[in-house]
C-alpha cells in the first residue's frame, strides 16, 4: 500500500474482528488473464481463496463506520476520500432507504480498510476476474461471445440491462457483472500503470500504446473497459458506480 503517514497507517490497522460476511470457497487453479504478464503471458496458477458472495452493502459499511467514526465522511480527511466519499447517503450515519444495495462512492482506502478491520483484505485483480470468468454452470465462460457481450450495456437489443443481474455463478458468486464494478488490492498495476498507492513510477509503460499490446483478448470490450477505468483512477476517488467485496486467502 505503500508508505504513508503514520497517522494514515493507523487508520488502516486491523481491528481483530472475524470476518462476518459470506465467503464463497474459489478452487483455484491454472488461468489465463485478460492481461499478458511479461513473464508468462497471462498464463496463471491462482492460489485457492475465499470471496465474498456478494459486494459490501451500506448498512454493513454503516456498521464499520460506526465503529470507526474516523470513516464518516464529514471526518474522513480528503487524502483517504474524495470529496464524492459517501455523497448518496442521507447522513453521515444513514445511508436511506438503499440500505441493502451495495455501497458505492467508496474510496479505495476506505475499503481497504473495511476489509482489514474484518480480518481479510481486497481482492486482487487475478482473483476478482477468476471468479468473474464463470456463469452459472461453467468456471470459465468467457470462450462463450453472447455470454460476454451481456456485460456490455451498450443499449442494444442483445445487451443486458445495466441494473439486471442472475444468481450466483458457478462459485456461488454474485453481482460481479451488475450494475457496479469493483476495487481490486492491485488496481493501480495494471498493465504497468503507476502504482499510485506505493510510489511506482510506471516504469514498466515504456511508450503510449504499450497498453494495446498487454491484452490476450483484445475484443473482450467489457474487460478492457473495466481495466481502463480502474488503472485511471487515484485511491482517494469515489465514483457513483464502484464498490467492493472482500477475500481472503485460503488457510
Known sequence: MGKLPLLLLSMLSASGIAPGADYAELPGGAFRSAIRYEENAGNLTVAPFLMMKAPVSNRQFLSFVERNPQWRRDQAPALLAGGGY????HAGDDPGA??????????????????????????????????????????????????????LHDGTANAMDAGAQPGANAHGVSGLHGRNWEWTDDYASLLGAPDRR???????????????LSFNDRENYAVLKRIALLSALQPANTLGNLGFRCARSSQ
Open 198 to 212: 506505493s510510489g511506482d513510477d510506471g516504469d514498466r509503460l515504456k511508450f503510449c500504446g504499450a497498453t494495446a
Open 86 to 89: 459517501l455523497s448518496h447517503w
Open 98 to 151: 438503499a440500505a441493502d444495495e451495495a455501497v458505492v462512492q467508496v474510496s479505495w482506502y476506505a475499503a481497504a480498510a473495511y476489509c482489514k478491520e474484518q480480518g481479510a483484505r481486497l481482492p486482487t485483480w487475478t482473483e476478482w476476474e477468476y471468479a468473474a470468468a464463470a456463469d452459472g454452470s461453467r468456471l470459465d465462460a468467457r470462450h462463450d461471445a453472447a455470454w460476454r457481450a451481456r456485460w
